[in-house]
């Protein structure tokens, strides 16, 4: 769902610009694990130009080793842009996205965004609702609406401030909206939950709305936070009573405390807690990128997630960001984020086994089963160095047919199409990005999150704002003839409901 990977916001303001030497000499410097500048490290946008409008202009495709020109849009052939919204804030963060009927739902630092997206050419924008708390990860379910807050606010209120996680009065948690009036969303609970919320993932019920909460400790300098933070908060939603909402249980994901980390795994994230997680309701079945740790875990019982699996990458894999499952559930995409989601990592000299994605296979049956390893896929064409790129938030084009293929975000690296249906193999069959935003400082933008929805790819974009493009690929047709009533992506659905 998420996120810049970030050393949690504490009392700090976004659009702090650093120099681009200073902050890749200390990328360069950590290695493997590079740095992981916060948001407010980076300027969006440093110095680019607003958005394009509705009615996106055309790009070109690219010969190998292109870099495209300041701000200039390439697409392979077989992706079309349609449309972009610009950011109603440009110096702000957009980050995920979420999906209900002809609504798009968009978070952002600060706060959320409704697009009626009923004509992707020319969606609009219905309602904007300013309630500022990093990172503002989003979910929808029916009515109602829940935003992420992992940054120490000065109360639970959408007119709070950033203060330090010293004070007594500091907050941070889940925030939950009625949306029936798409013009008018009203705030209508608060849960506050341990070490914040980065992101969190919706297990639907019958009668109950669960939320897996994901946060971690990024160091012991947070009183708020301290380690040992081993598992995830579960908040347990009555449908037919949200403003009951309440944190049920916390259960320990690593009892044994996690991946350690450096100095003993060098470039590898300590695990205190996890960053994300995407649920197969269908399999009762879940993915976790925890950090040090990819796990494969049982939810049967959502208020007693219980671990099967449990893999490390201690020579590539730098921080577990993220996971997506394919249609037959024998497989898992991990991504690993690399620099935070702030570094240039998308370059030759960090090459194509860092940053990258992780393909598993799952192989055995029940509580036999395994995460098995078979290969890296990275973006095949290189990002300037003042360009933020890594793998990030993206999801599953229902494709069928056995054929496994996904949309995903990579930040300045823009938005890739990917075919993983050999494990061994996986390639890139199309792409759409914008040229670096900056040629002379590292800025901060490009795909936060980039999403197929009946028919059509969603991108938030960072700086620019929403971006619809359309994918006109032989292997995708059959995409086309699903058509869904919602999606909340680490809510991976079981498409086969929906042809």
Not at 97 to 112: E, I, K, V
Not at 129 to 142: A, K, M, T
Not at 146 to 165: E, G, I, K
Request: hydrophobic share 30%; with cysteine; net charge negative.
């Amino acid at each position: 769902m998420t996120s810049l990977h970030t050393t949690r916001v504490r009392n700090r303001s976004l659009g702090v610009a650093v120099a681009a030497a200073g902050l890749l000499a200390t990328l360069l410097a950590a290695g493997p694990a590079a740095a992981t500048p916060d948001p407010g490290d980076l300027t969006p946008g440093a110095g680019s130009p607003p958005g394009l409008g509705s009615g996106i202009a055309q790009g070109r495709d690219i010969g190998p080793g292109e870099i495209p020109g300041k701000d200039e849009i390439v697409h392979s052939r077989n992706i079309k842009p349609l449309a972009n919204i610009p950011s109603a804030n440009p110096d702000g963060i957009n980050s995920d996205l979420a999906f209900q009927g002809r609504y798009a739902y968009a978070g952002s630092y600060d706060g959320f965004t409704i697009y009626d997206i009923d004509d992707p050419k020319a969606p609009k924008t219905v309602s904007r609702v300013l309630c500022p708390g990093g990172q503002n990860d989003i979910s929808v379910s029916g009515d109602l609406l829940f935003l992420s807050t992992d940054s120490s606010r000065s109360d639970d209120s959408c007119n709070s401030v950033s203060q330090p996680a010293t004070e007594k009065s500091s907050w941070e948690g889940i925030k939950i909206f009625d949306i029936k009036d798409k013009k008018n969303p009203k705030y209508i609970k608060s849960v506050e939950t341990a070490c914040g919320s980065h992101t969190h993932t919706l297990v639907p019920g019958n009668r109950d709305i669960y939320l897996y909460v994901s946060s971690y400790s990024p160091s012991e300098a947070f009183p708020d936070c301290q380690p040992p933070h081993d598992g995830i908060s579960v908040v347990k939603v009555p449908k037919k009573a949200p403003t009951q909402a309440a944190v049920v249980a916390f259960p320990v994901l690593f009892p044994d405390g996690g991946n350690p980390g450096g100095p003993v795994n060098p470039g590898v994230s300590k695990t205190t807690g996890c960053h994300d997680i995407t649920v197969l309701p269908s399999k009762d079945l879940a993915a976790g990128a925890c950090m040090g740790d990819g796990i494969l875990f049982d939810i049967s019982e959502p208020e007693q997630p219980r671990v099967i699996d449990r893999v490390q990458d201690n020579v590539n894999f730098s921080f577990w960001h993220s996971a997506t499952f394919n249609e037959r559930a024998n497989k898992v995409v991990f991504t690993d984020e690399l620099g935070g989601g702030g570094g240039a990592t998308c370059n030759e000299a960090t090459g194509p086994n860092r940053g990258a994605d992780g393909i598993y296979d799952i192989t055995g049956r029940g509580d036999h089963r395994k995460l098995v390893f078979r290969s890296y896929f990275k973006i095949p064409r290189h990002q300037a160095d003042t360009e933020n790129c890594v793998a990030h938030n993206g999801s599953l084009i229902p494709v069928g047919g056995g054929r496994d293929i996904m949309v995903q975000a990579w930040y300045q690296g823009g938005v890739s199409v990917w075919d993983f249906t050999d494990s061994d193999k996986p390639k890139e069959i199309g792409y759409f990005e914008r040229g670096p935003l900056t040629t002379d400082v590292l800025g901060l933008g490009g795909s936060w999150s980039a999403y197929y929805y009946n028919g059509h790819i969603y991108s938030n974009d960072i700086v620019k704002g929403l971006d619809v493009l359309r994918l006109d690929d032989w292997r995708t047709e059959s995409a086309k003839r699903v058509w869904m009533d919602r999606l909340n992506v680490q809510s991976q659905p079981d498409y086969r409901d929906y042809r």
